[in-house]
Structures are given as structure tokens and as C-alpha cells.
Nanobody, 126 residues
Framework: QVRLVESGGGLLQAGGSLRLSCVAS????????MGWFRQAPGKEREVVAALNWNGDNAYYYDSVKGRFTVSRDNAKNEVYLQMNTLKPDDTAVYYCAARRTSYSDYYTRAYAYNFWGQGTQVTVSS
């Protein structure tokens, strides 16, 4: 079992930046592919970014490419999502997720992940 705790969310104006963190406990994070997802009210959960076990293979949802950067520090058991030039459409609860894997892949489907954090709210005003 791995426990995930997100932090770093908040309320800010469009154009601003936030850095979300996800701290893992219980297992070594290097055994896991990681993902960041978000869910806005009335919408389905969608992938924002995904990262393989060592961080050398990443995926970004089209609408965040060039604005968001996902990274990880396995020594610290942490994963990050740097979000720049935020827009009102980025408003959502953001979740980190982990999937134990022996492959060097990332995963973009929510059902592929075994463990989830509780989420952190990001609200961007216009």
C-alpha cells in the first residue's frame, strides 16, 4: 500500500502559478508510475500529466502542454506539478495517483491507477 497526500492548491488569479506536491508514504515511489488528474464540478476526472517511474517519459493533456510540468524526486518520495499561466478552465480538484509497475511506461487512464490522494483544490479566477 502507498499513501498519497497532495498539497499546494489555492485560489489565485488567471495568469498565476502554483506548484502542487504529492508526498508518498508506505512504499518506495520508484516502484510506481505516477499521474496527476483533475475533476471539475459536473465533469469527469481527466488526466493532466503522467510520468513513468524514473521521470524520463512524460505525458501531458493537450490543454496544459507548455504550461504545466510534471516531475518527481524518488529519493524524497515526492511528485510535483508545476502549473504556470493558469486559466479559469484549470479550476478543479487535483489528484495524484500511483500505479505499481515494473514497466517504464506512463498511464493516462484513471482506472489504471491503484492508489489515489485525497485531492487539493485549485481555483483560478478571471
Amino acid at each position: 500500500q502507498v499513501r498519497l497526500v497532495e498539497s499546494g492548491g489555492g485560489l489565485l488569479q488567471a495568469g498565476g502559478s502554483l506548484r502542487l506536491s504529492c508526498v508518498a508514504s508506505g512504499r518506495t515511489l520508484s516502484d510506481y508510475a505516477m499521474g496527476w488528474f483533475r475533476q471539475a464540478p459536473g465533469k469527469e476526472r481527466e488526466v493532466v500529466a503522467a510520468l513513468n517511474w524514473n521521470g524520463d517519459n512524460a505525458y501531458y493533456y493537450d490543454s496544459v502542454k507548455g504550461r504545466f510540468t510534471v516531475s518527481r524526486d524518488n529519493a524524497k518520495n515526492e511528485v510535483y506539478l508545476q502549473m504556470n499561466t493558469l486559466k479559469p478552465d484549470d479550476t478543479a480538484v487535483y489528484y495524484c495517483a500511483a500505479r505499481r509497475t515494473s514497466y517504464s511506461d506512463y498511464y493516462t487512464r484513471a482506472y489504471a491507477y491503484n492508489f489515489w490522494g485525497q485531492g487539493t483544490q485549485v481555483t483560478v479566477s478571471s
